[in-house]
């Protein structure tokens, strides 16, 4: 049958660009959490969307791009009893923020407008990350004045930020159904220690009902890295995705991930008992 591809086809998935490209995405994360200390038990919902912009400022005859990313709009919507459910907004000037979200607050507003530079090679590969000081003057003015002494807002800490937010890289063989790469792991400074999240990618071939988007699988494994004088054990973890690749145009079309987890911390004699479900979507916006 011409025109259709086969399943068991090999493709090389590369992202394709050109000067003045410009790639809008949305970011939708839901994350609900379970803490349970002392017999208690406390419950979040939190939900944050991040629209921004991918604009291509030159392509090497290598197919590397420069590309600034620029963050357009934030919205949260935040539900921790006993306070009122909380909603935020970049694009409305609703200035009523209740005392406990204020410093959150004003971080997202000092977030909007930010703008990093980087150099992505046709794999996805990102490097050559760059904050410009107006960027990184505006986020730490935003930041609230008792925030600690780790400085989460370094110029490093952002870099790492952009990079694992990034979608993941792909390589450079033909890939057939069932091959599978890793990533270099995800690390996410918490309180109590580092989280550290490692993602398995195994290609699908081509989408069945769309056959110019080739499928990939994730699995998620997450392990803690306590801080000095805290212990932690994974008592349960699963983590799953999917990612759809434009390999035409060579664009990311869609990502998709859940991860749920649950572990248990002991600090100070105390024991914290935590479940945590998130499910992330990321999508190309027409």
């Known amino acids: 049958y011409a025109g259709v591809r086969d399943a068991r086809a090999q493709e090389i998935l590369r992202w394709k660009f050109s000067d003045g490209d410009v790639l809008k995405y949305t970011n939708e994360q839901t994350t609900m959490m379970t803490v349970k200390v002392m017999g208690r038990e406390r419950k979040q919902k939190r939900a944050q969307t991040t629209t921004y912009t991918w604009s291509v400022k030159g392509v090497s005859p290598t197919g590397d791009a420069d590309i600034v990313q620029r963050i357009d709009r934030l919205t949260m919507k935040v539900e921790a009893p006993p306070y009122m459910p909380f909603e935020f907004d970049s694009s409305s000037a609703k200035a009523d923020v209740p005392e406990p979200f204020e410093a959150e607050v004003n971080q997202l507003k000092a977030a909007i407008g930010a703008e990093f530079s980087f150099k992505m090679k046709p794999s996805g590969e990102i490097e050559s990350i760059k904050i410009p000081e107006a960027t990184l003057k505006k986020l730490r003015a935003g930041r609230p ?19 694992q937010s990034s979608p993941p890289p792909f390589p450079q063989v033909p890939l057939e159904a069932g091959k599978s790469w890793s990533s270099k792991p995800n690390r996410i400074a918490l309180p109590l220690g580092t989280l550290v999240l490692d993602r398995t990618f195994t290609f699908q071939g081509p989408d069945p009902q769309n056959p110019k ?15 000095q004088n805290v212990t932690a054990k994974v008592r349960l973890q699963d983590g799953k995705g999917s990612i759809s690749f434009d390999n035409e145009s060579g664009r990311l079309v869609s990502s ?21 479900d998130t499910n992330s979507v990321m999508t190309l916006q027409p």
């Open 213 to 227: 988007l080739m499928k990939i699988a994730m699995e998620g494994r997450v392990a803690l890295e306590p801080a």
């Open 256 to 276: 998709r991930g859940t991860q749920k987890t649950e572990m248990v911390i002991a600090n100070q004699g105390q024991e914290i008992d935590q479940t945590t």
């Open 145 to 163: 004045a008792d925030g600690g002494e780790q400085d989460q807002l370094s110029e490093q800490s952002l870099r790492e930020m952009v990079s």
